[in-house]
């Protein structure tokens, strides 16, 4: 006789009650990381981009700047999903744990938006 | 509830050096993040404008900041080239040990190869050559 009722089985959450969520954005983050990553550092260095005009230029052109916010966007997430886990398994106390996801999730969202509106800047000036 | 028996930890494994590059994941990737952190404040001095720009590049030019940058670079790079080796192993391949000490070893040579071809780069676009021809 199973003692799961019928709805947990449907939610198929498990016991941490929160499902494959976090696991499998971990990864869908990561797949789209490996060409977005890629293409910026690859056009950041094989680019002279050393002067404030030739990075703003470059920068503020809007296919680089649709793909760059979106890089933005996708690290903050896969970042934020990484650090979680290491405070979940490596902080034990409750309160510091706590405190320390809340911290961690708070930087990530200001990270992300800022990002986004520099970039934004750049590009709509 | 507190008392509850718990299984045995990492402890009570022998010392493998697939384990080190495990470990190494974890540490790169949190170091990326901060290096994220970092580009983000590089971004929006960008968008602050030449002056702020100016000075967050003196900012990075300091030997400590270009050591830091060379830390973050190998930490980005050993994350994304041992992600792709997690990608690999969620997908159910690779994972005999023998294939895993191989694929370790081929992201430690990839990882070292990129870092030293990215610092070259970043030391060429600078307007020095690091190595003299």
């Known amino acids: 006789m199973s003692l799961r009722s019928p709805l947990s089985k449907v939610l198929g959450r498990g016991s941490a009650g929160e499902g494959v969520g976090h696991w499998w954005m971990q990864r869908v983050t990561a797949v ?20 404030y005009e030739a990075m703003r230029g470059w920068l503020g052109q809007p296919w680089v700047a649709v793909l760059t916010l979106l890089l933005v966007v996708t690290l903050a997430w896969h970042a934020k999903l990484g650090v979680q886990v290491v405070i979940e398994d490596y902080i034990h106390s409750k309160g510091a744990k706590t405190t320390l996801l809340l911290l961690s999730t708070f930087i990530h969202v200001v990270a992300a938006v800022a990002g986004c509106f520099a970039i934004l800047r750049l590009a709509l000036a | 509830m507190d008392q509850r028996p718990i299984s045995p930890h990492l402890g009570v ?5 697939t384990m080190s590059l495990s470990i190494l994941h974890r540490i790169t990737g949190c170091a990326a993040a901060v290096g994220f952190l970092l580009f983000v404040w590089w971004l929006m001095a960008l968008a602050s404008g030449p002056d702020s720009y100016a000075r967050a590049m003196q900012v990075l030019s300091s030997p400590l900041a270009k050591l830091l940058l060379v830390g973050f670079t190998f930490s980005f790079i050993y994350h994304f080239c041992n992600g792709i080796r997690h990608l690999v192993w969620d997908t159910g391949r690779g994972l005999e040990r023998a294939q895993a000490r191989r694929s370790g070893l081929l992201v430690i040579i990839a990882a070292l190869l ?20």
């Open chain 1, 32 to 51: 789209a990381l490996i060409p977005l990553t890629a293409w910026f550092a690859i056009s950041l260095i094989t680019s002279s981009l050393q002067s």
């Open chain 2, 13 to 17: 494994y022998k010392f493998a050096y």
């Open chain 2, 114 to 133: 990129l870092t030293a071809l990215a610092i070259w780069f970043a030391c060429s676009a600078m307007g020095f050559a690091p190595v003299s021809p």
